[in-house]
């Protein structure tokens, strides 16, 4: 492919559509299911902390934003009960920060949400194409990571 073609040129506005659909899907979802104060930054956020927690250094490189602004949305989540800090296990100096039941009970919605939106893309593909597409997309992104790109 020496000179991008029409399909190659777009795929990635298809792509990046299609997320954004995705995680607008998500968080209507989240809202739905009661968690009405968090964005979808939070679940992001929450992607990083579970299952083990992460320090704020870990959340800020995960979320690619500065310490600074991590150390504040970590404030915004332990006020609202979803996060807590807990003294790190090997690191005297840091802060381990976990998910509370609230926040596990919000990734739990989350998780929901996520598979319910993407019901309807079954009667557009059928079973068959959607677990190829499946397939595919694990080819294609193999890291899994869940961050956001601002």
């Not at 009661?34 to 579970?50: I, K």
């Not at 009970?105 to 557009?124: G, I, L, M, Y």
Request: aromatic share 4%; glycine share 6%; net charge negative.
């Amino acid at each position: 492919m020496s000179e991008p073609d029409s399909i190659a040129l777009s795929i990635p506005p298809l792509l990046i559509a299609l997320s954004a659909d995705l995680v607008h899907a998500i968080d209507a979802g989240v809202r739905r299911r009661g968690f009405e104060d968090l964005r979808p930054a939070h679940g992001f956020a929450f992607a990083r902390l579970a299952p083990d927690g992460a320090t704020v250094n870990e959340l800020a490189e995960h979320l690619g934003v500065t310490k600074q602004a991590a150390s504040q949305m970590v404030e915004e989540l332990v006020r609202k009960g979803y996060v807590d800090r807990h003294p790190h296990p090997t690191d005297a100096r840091a802060k381990l920060i976990e998910l509370t039941g609230r926040g596990w009970a919000c990734t739990r919605a989350a998780d929901a949400a996520a598979a319910e939106a993407v019901v309807p893309w079954e009667s557009v593909l059928g079973a068959e194409r959607l677990r190829e597409l499946h397939d595919d997309l694990a080819r294609l992104a193999p890291s899994g990571r869940l961050r956001p790109v601002w």
